[in-house]
C-alpha cells in the first residue's frame, strides 16, 4: 500500500467525465491545469494548442461570461478584468506606444482622465480632451500620430452623448481605433459594433452584476482589433476572479427586467424633479430638455437608472448637508447599478457643461425601491434644504 502522504496527495480526484450536465458552469479553483498527454504538451509548449493551458487562461465561469458578452454585443471576442478600471487600462496599453497622441471626451470616468494623464503620460503617451458632445467635428483634432479615441456616452456625471457613429466613422477613415466605455446603457440598450465602434467596456461592477457586492470589468472588440488586444492581456497574464464570473453571468440572466425597473423609475423621478421648484435643471438623455436627447432617440433603445440634476441658485452656495444626510431610502456612496438607490455630489469641470460650470451637480442611482417611496424621500430632502 501507498504511503499515506502519497495517498493524500491523489485522494478525491475527480474525473472530467464525472461532471454532472448542470445549467451553470462549474467553478475551478487551479491554478495547474493538467495536460492528458505530452503530446499536448508539446503542443501548448508551440502555442498550437486549443485547450486551457494554465488557470490564467480562464476557467469555465469566465469563458461561459466571455461568451455571453459576445453574443449580447456581437463581438469578436471579449475579456474580464477585475475591475472596470482594468479593463480600461489595459486598452489604453494595448493600443498606444511611446509618442502616441490619443482623443479622450471630456466626460470620462475619473479614474479614466487619471490612468492617461499621470500613468501614460510617464511612457511618453499624449491625451488631449474633446468637448464632450463630440461628433464628426473630432477630424479637426486628429493628428499624423493619433491612435485611439476614447467615447463615454453618456458621461456617468454630466450625461452628455457622444455622435457615436460620426465618431466611428473618422476613426475609421484615419486609422484610429474607437472606443466606448458602455457602462451606462449596457448591451442592452446601445450596441456599439452597430454603430461602427471598435472596442466596447464596461464596468460590470454595475448594471450586469447588479447587487453591489462584485468588482469586475469587461472588453469586446471586433475582429480587426481583437489579436492586437488578446496579445497585451496575455502578456500580463490577467485573469478575473471566478466566483464573481459566476456572479456576473447571473446577473445577465435576470439583466432585461432588472434594467426596464431601472429605466422606468428613474424617468418618473427625472421627470418629477423637473417640476419641482427647487430644480435648475435635470440632466437625463431620454428627457426632451436633454442637448443631445435626438442622439440618444436615434442611437439608445432605453435609458438606464443613472442621471444627474442642478439647484437653483439660491440653493447653490449653501450646505446641502441637510438635503443629503437627510435623505432616508438614498445611501451616499460610489458606483451605481445596484439595487439600493444611491446619491453622490460635486462639481465637474468640463469643457462643454451647457451651463453647469460651478454647479453642484447631484448624481441619483435609481435602485429598485418604490418610486413613490422614492419620490416622497427626496422631497422631504429639498425641504430640509429650503428650511
Not at 471598435?198 to 460590470?204: G, N
Not at 432585461?256 to 427647487?278: C, G, N, Q, T, Y
Amino acid at each position: 500500500m501507498q504511503d499515506i502522504s502519497t495517498r493524500l496527495v491523489n485522494a478525491g480526484k475527480v474525473e472530467a467525465r464525472e461532471f454532472i450536465n448542470t445549467i451553470n458552469p462549474p467553478l475551478h479553483r487551479a491554478s495547474t491545469v493538467l495536460f492528458d498527454s505530452y503530446a499536448d504538451q508539446q503542443k501548448c509548449n508551440a502555442g498550437e494548442y486549443e485547450g486551457i493551458a494554465y488557470g490564467l487562461c480562464g476557467m469555465a465561469a469566465q469563458n461561459a461570461f466571455e461568451a455571453a458578452m459576445v453574443e449580447l454585443e456581437g463581438a469578436h471576442g471579449c475579456k474580464a478584468f477585475q475591475s472596470g478600471i482594468a479593463a480600461i487600462a489595459m486598452v489604453l496599453m494595448a493600443y498606444t506606444k511611446q509618442g502616441d497622441h490619443i482623443l479622450i471626451c471630456d466626460n470620462v470616468y475619473g479614474p479614466t482622465r487619471y490612468f492617461s494623464d499621470k500613468f501614460l503620460s510617464k511612457y511618453g503617451v499624449e491625451a488631449e480632451y474633446l468637448p464632450s458632445d463630440a461628433g464628426a467635428g473630432v477630424a479637426d483634432y486628429i493628428r499624423e500620430n493619433t491612435t485611439l479615441l476614447f467615447m463615454e456616452s453618456p458621461g456617468s456625471n454630466t450625461l452628455e452623448i457622444q455622435d457615436i457613429p460620426a465618431i466611428a466613422k473618422v476613426c475609421r477613415e484615419n486609422c484610429v481605433v474607437s472606443v466606448i466605455d458602455n457602462t451606462w446603457a449596457t448591451p442592452l440598450y446601445l450596441n456599439p459594433f452597430e454603430l461602427g465602434v471598435d472596442v466596447s467596456i464596461h464596468s460590470v461592477t454595475k448594471y450586469i452584476t447588479g447587487h453591489s457586492d462584485i468588482l469586475l470589468g469587461s472588453v469586446s472588440t471586433n475582429e480587426q482589433h481583437w489579436e492586437t488586444f488578446e496579445s497585451c492581456y496575455n502578456i500580463f497574464e490577467t485573469y478575473a476572479p471566478q466566483e464573481d464570473c459566476y456572479q456576473a453571468l447571473r446577473g445577465l440572466r435576470s439583466l432585461p427586467f432588472r434594467l426596464k425597473r431601472h429605466e422606468v423609475s428613474a424617468l418618473e423621478i427625472a421627470k418629477w424633479l423637473e417640476s419641482h421648484d427647487m430644480v435648475e435643471s435635470v440632466l437625463h438623455p431620454a428627457l426632451e430638455s436633454h442637448p443631445q436627447h435626438d442622439l440618444w432617440k436615434r442611437d439608445f433603445t432605453g435609458s438606464s437608472g443613472l442621471f444627474s440634476f442642478t439647484l437653483k441658485e439660491e440653493y447653490e452656495n449653501i450646505d446641502h448637508g441637510p438635503f443629503v444626510d437627510g435623505l432616508e431610502l438614498f445611501g451616499i456612496g460610489y458606483s451605481w447599478g445596484g439595487f439600493k438607490s444611491l446619491i453622490t455630489g460635486g462639481k465637474f469641470k468640463r469643457t462643454n457643461h451647457y451651463g453647469y460650470e460651478g454647479k453642484t451637480i447631484f448624481r441619483l442611482s435609481i435602485g429598485l425601491e418604490d418610486v413613490e417611496d422614492l419620490k416622497a424621500d427626496l422631497g422631504q430632502g429639498l425641504e430640509k434644504l429650503r428650511k
